[in-house]
């Protein structure tokens, strides 16, 4: 009998799942702010870890007065992988706005149109400073959103999540409500606002959650049992209906689980009423990858459009994507994105979207330019 003495090769090939880009991978995210330097950078900056964030030469710079490394510190601490099956994200851009502050708008609203040339970002995450003032970030965060519309109508949509420097649960309440000598205010589906205490780790739960979950399902990795600022029922009830994401310990039985009371939009604060059916971030994400695989159908399949079938090919793509959704539960039935000739341009596409997510009523319409 033949015996065998040399133990078989095995190859073992990783395959990593932070390169999916198609819902069930890690959001990728640009951070916009200010850094403290003399001047703002030019480049967008892509980093893979907080080492190459970090560094004084190909990064933003040193610790010291830099209140965006603590910030980047978080989001990859939370998007460290605990086991190799976990979700992660591949890297993150920075936009670096040296001694920007909020009372001039345009260096804001640069950055993101610049942010336009990434075409994998899916999250912006917009960090003010402390002693920047309440109208002034209003004013940046509105025209922010008007901006985010337009990204929705290209078929490009996203998200924007802003947070102030150090600000308290009752000043960042204002950023919804306003004051007495402040009417601004700013409530839209597509602007989350999140609690200043680890901004990064709250952003990165969001990114590594799946478009079709809601983010405060899942445990934070990197928090532990009485991180989060301690709150009253009341208290947390005040702050979820005033628009704002925090982090909490939920605590159902003998153990506490650190995770997201809710994630909310800004729209969250109108009255139950008046609140968009989006208002929810995971159904406006679930719009949101809905737009973006409609996309994948149909944009491929423009340069085809001089024969007859086209458009019954292309419907009939965008029928199974929609079937699929229905049949996977993401979506109701009543889902469907109809493809029609744009008479005013013979090169482009009208997709006219109705989705019905989970957990709304009702459809929700709109129109996308191809």
Not at 52 to 72: C, D, F, H, Q, R
């Amino acid at each position: 009998m033949a015996m065998i003495n040399e133990t078989p090769k095995i190859k073992v090939h990783k395959e990593d799942s932070t390169s999916l880009q198609n819902g069930e991978g890690g959001e990728v995210p640009i951070f916009i702010g200010a850094t403290g330097k003399e001047s703002p950078s030019t480049e967008i900056y892509e980093f893979k870890n907080y080492k190459e964030a970090s560094s004084e030469t190909k990064g933003i710079g040193l610790p010291a007065n830099n209140y965006m490394l603590p910030v980047l510190q978080d989001f990859f601490d939370e998007t460290l992988k605990l086991v190799s099956d976990d979700i992660g994200v591949p890297h993150i851009y920075v936009k670096d706005l040296g001694n920007a502050t909020a009372s001039t708008a345009a260096p804001w609203i640069n950055a993101k149109k610049d942010s336009r040339r990434k075409l994998d970002v899916q999250v912006e995450a917009y960090i003010f400073k402390s002693t920047d003032t309440l109208d002034k970030i209003v004013d940046v965060l509105v025209t922010i959103a008007e901006s985010l519309k337009e990204d929705t109508l290209k078929g490009r949509p996203r998200i924007a999540y802003a947070t102030v420097q150090g600000w308290t649960d009752a000043q960042m309440k204002t950023l919804t409500q306003g004051t007495e000598d402040i009417t601004k205010k700013i409530r839209d589906i597509d602007i989350g606002l999140i609690e200043w205490n680890k901004f990064g780790k709250h952003l990165a739960r969001i990114c590594l959650t799946p478009y079709y979950d809601e983010p405060g399902y899942y445990q934070f990795r990197s928090v532990k049992e009485g991180e989060f600022s301690e709150r009253t029922d009341a208290e947390e009830e005040d702050l979820q209906l005033k628009g704002i994401i925090f982090g909490h310990d939920e605590k159902p039985g003998k153990t506490a689980f650190p995770k997201i009371n809710l994630a909310v939009s800004s729209d969250y604060a109108n009255e139950e009423d008046s609140r968009d059916q989006l208002c929810l971030l995971h159904t406006n994400r679930n719009v949101n990858q809905l737009i973006r695989d409609a996309m994948e159908v149909v944009y491929p399949q423009l340069k085809r459009r001089e024969t007859e079938t086209f458009i019954e090919e292309v419907q009939a793509d965008l029928d199974d994507l929609c079937s699929e959704k229905i049949r996977q539960g993401y979506m109701k039935s009543g889902t469907r994105v109809t493809a029609v000739e744009y008479k005013d341009s013979p090169s482009q596409l009208k997709l006219k979207v109705k989705a019905a997510p989970v957990n709304i009523t009702g459809l929700i319409e709109l129109d996308v330019i191809v």
